[in-house]
């Protein structure tokens, strides 16, 4: 069994439960309010300028100059989709200024603490679920499409062949890294992994409950 097949078996639970997550299914049709697509996006523009320092860690720690130019590259890719996020929809769903929610900070917390104080191979477990998650539910969400406009283009990036191809690159990287680790190392990057797939069902989460501080 390949490392990536031995990690998503981990997380099939947790996937199904992504998957039948309100949030997703109002994005497939339609019903999803706006206001809480508005809180998803304010909190995605946080996670990514997070994310984009989790993966300038997984490039600085890369044993090989192709995972150094490739997690570099996507770095840089979080944060320009983090500024195009902004510019595409600000006249939709007006000012993206909210503060950090809850599970948004819990997130970032625990992806950069892993990224900076573990190994390679910790960094890309925590790192993954992000890129394997978004494909498959692009995936799966492209088959029905949406009868909203501005759904179906969320659909339509994450389901759409350039980001599959991103994603392909990621867990080559995965199999090529973890494949020659100790059992004692698989088993901590397969709770990391697991840990931040947990966090994506708790973002989607926070979104549709369009979640705040309670103090």
């Known amino acids: 069994m390949a490392p990536r097949d031995v990690l998503w078996s981990d997380i099939t639970g947790i996937y199904e439960a992504i998957l039948a997550h309100p949030f997703l299914s109002g994005l497939a049709d339609g019903t999803l309010p706006r206001e809480a697509f ?32 490739m997690f570099a590259g996507h770095a840089a890719g979080a944060i320009a989709a983090e500024r195009d996020l902004h510019a595409s929809l600000l006249d939709e769903l007006g000012t ?58 969320w659909i339509a ?29 698989l088993a901590r990057m397969r709770r990391h992994f697991t840990t931040t797939s947990r966090y994506e069902w708790m973002f989607w989460d926070g979104a549709y409950r369009q979640e705040r501080w309670p103090v």
């Open 38 to 69: 508005r809180h998803y996006v304010v909190q995605d523009a946080h996670y990514l300028r997070g994310y984009a320092k989790a993966l300038a860690v997984c490039a600085a720690k890369a044993p090989t100059e192709d995972a150094t130019v």
């Open 96 to 153: 993206l200024d909210d503060p950090v929610a809850p599970a948004t900070q819990a997130y970032l917390s625990y992806l950069l603490a892993t990224a900076h104080g573990g190994s390679y191979t910790d960094a890309v477990g925590a790192v993954l679920p992000c890129y394997w998650i978004y494909a498959r539910v692009g995936e799966t969400l492209l088959r029905t499409g949406s009868p909203d406009p501005l759904y179906a283009r």
């Open 157 to 185: 990036m994450y389901g759409g062949e350039d980001y599959r191809s991103v994603v392909d690159a990621v867990l080559a990287e995965t199999d090529r890294a973890a494949a020659a680790l100790s059992e004692p190392d």
